[in-house]
């Protein structure tokens, strides 16, 4: 159990039988008076948030969470397979859980799954990841306006936006956070 | 939010210009006192009794407590006819570590005898004009102030009505002393945060006096003020009881309401109890976060800004 004083950003909490990451805490209190804990949580397994507020008796579950390295294996369009690279055990993730990370999922590369009470729950690219260009058009002769982009599907089925010099065939390196472009890569 | 790795944790949070701030507005407070006759005293840090108070604990050591406040040892030199008297401290208190909080802080601490606590408040005003070169505060009570800024009565208003008002799902058994306080925090600071400015608030709920006297009322209220500035609470001041009778019994109900609240009861500073039976002359006295005031001089967003290793460097 956490008191409200250890209520902090990052922290996984359990409330109300779900999982919950604190995205914000923030501790309050008058001089005199009774002190609160604020938190803003988001809800590991539909992604929603809202906020809640302890005072200084109250204590909170720590949430049953890990995350564990797997690689991706394939998607049969139902589920989407990862696998435990030491273990070799299985786990199978449905459209919803895997989110927007399937615009990063590359197969035999590894990602962050997270595991509640031993059921996948979610899966985290890393910051980067580098993917194939397989369709963009050539950039148009002489157009040379700084800062000036295209249109760039990858191999994973994303669209992002990529300097004219970029070329089909090639590959790049993209922040999965924000999905932009960060470079051409080898 | 300015993110650091744990191998720079040894470095001060606070710059060497706001250092130089620091040195130079405690300076000004310093001679603020000097040139009113207030005399610089210094009382100990290190306790074996303390004045109990229900939401604050000093922190436990081997020999008693670390002061959270150096409130009853000023107040046996005012017993002893020491006269006006300040001091500028480290106090403590456990637990309390935030935006606005670090579990060790500056306090600026002063009483005045035979002042009335509304003489108290033009002198807090003074002070705040020469280091913050503020516009001079407006007067509010603590009831005016809810029926403005929130629009309740935390007097007389349902409970329900209450726990309306508060922005986010509160925690269960909130009482109407627990839900004023949380929507103080809640609704209150922000209102004044956004509006800006100077502000007193007086005449608190009795329910809890602390150590301040008690107007009968109705409403019944204790004679007490705290200073708001842009929305933060800076000091907290007392039209301070005299009675020692009556000192002891909210010790000893403060005592009963820590155990309830699963707390330690805290051993009650006799000494102070004497001092008050001697005859305590009327007398005003009020505490000041420095660390906050500098937040609000120097324009810093947190507490840490100012210290030079607040509590996740100690």
Known sequence: ?186 | MTTTSPTSLWQPSATLDTLKSRARIIAKIREFFQNRGVLEVTTPVLLSTVAPERYQNPPVCQNGYLHSSPETAMKRLVAAGYGSIFQICQVFRADEAGRMHNPEFTMLEWYRPEWSIDELMLEVGDLMQEVLHCSSPITLTFRQAFQKYVGIDPFLSPLADMLAKVSTPPPDGLDRSSLTDLLLVDQLEPALKKQGGSLFLVDYPAWDPAMAEVDPGPPKVAKRFEMYVDGVELANGYQELRDAHEQNQRFEKINQQRLQDGQQPLPVDNHFLDALSSGFPRCAGVALGVDRLLMLALQKERINDVIAFPNDRA
Request: charged fraction near 25%.
């Open chain 1, 1 to 186: 159990m956490l008191n409200h004083n250890q209520l902090r950003q990052g922290t996984r909490v359990e409330i109300d039988s779900v999982p919950w990451i604190i995205i914000d805490a923030q501790f309050v209190k008058p001089g005199k008076g009774q002190a609160f804990t604020k938190i803003k949580i988001k809800n590991l397994i539909d992604g929603r948030v809202i906020e809640r507020t302890f005072k200084s008796s109250d204590s909170v579950s720590k949430a049953d969470v890990m995350d564990k390295t797997m690689q991706y294996l394939y998607s049969d369009g139902e589920f989407w397979h990862f696998m435990d690279p030491a273990s070799y055990e299985q786990v199978a993730l449905t459209e919803k859980q895997v989110g927007t990370t399937t615009l990063w999922l590359r197969e035999q590369e590894n990602y962050e799954v997270t595991l509640w009470k031993d059921k996948a729950i979610a899966v985290i690219p890393p910051p980067f990841v580098v993917l194939d260009i397989t369709k963009c058009d050539p950039g148009i002769k002489g157009d040379t306006v700084s800062g000036a982009n295209k249109p760039a599907t990858l191999e994973t089925g994303a669209v992002i936006k990529v300097p004219l010099f970029v070329n089909e065939g090639e590959r790049v390196r993209v922040d999965t956070r924000t999905g932009q472009y960060v470079e051409r890569a080898k």
